[in-house]
């Protein structure tokens, strides 16, 4: 059974930073490329990075491009995503998602708030 289990959400200030994790379980996790989405109140989920099987490629969306930085530990089938400089306008539902060979997959999400 493939689970994805999202943490690290938090309530932050705008500029601050916040690292979220994603571990893997039930699949090759090494052998698939890790995406991060969003989806905030009212808006439709939107891809924010991916990150290949090996790690050695990334690609943002560009409202976030150059504050995240998603990476990957295969060791411990984790995948990360750095945020910083962030704005209220991150606020959203972050969740972890892959697609395998036994279909698409998503974690639960978890929340980040970016207020004052």
């Known amino acids: 059974q493939v689970q994805l289990v999202e943490s690290g959400g938090a309530l932050v200030q705008p500029g601050g930073s916040l690292r979220l994790s994603c571990v893997a379980s039930?699949?090759?996790?090494?052998?698939?490329?890790m995406r991060w989405h969003r989806q905030a109140p009212g808006k439709e989920r939107e891809l924010v990075a991916t990150?290949?099987?090996?790690?050695?490629?990334?690609n943002y969306a560009d409202s976030v491009k150059g504050r995240f930085t998603i990476s990957r530990d295969n060791a411990k089938n984790t995948v990360h995503l750095l945020m910083s400089s962030l704005k209220p306008e991150d606020t959203a539902v972050y969740y972890c998602?892959?697609?395998?060979?036994?279909?698409?997959?998503w974690g639960q999400g978890t929340q980040v708030t970016v207020s004052a």
């Open positions: 990150i290949t099987s090996s790690g050695s490629l990334t």
């Open positions: 998602a892959s697609t395998t060979s036994l279909g698409n997959h």
């Open positions: 039930g699949f090759t996790f090494r052998n698939y490329v």
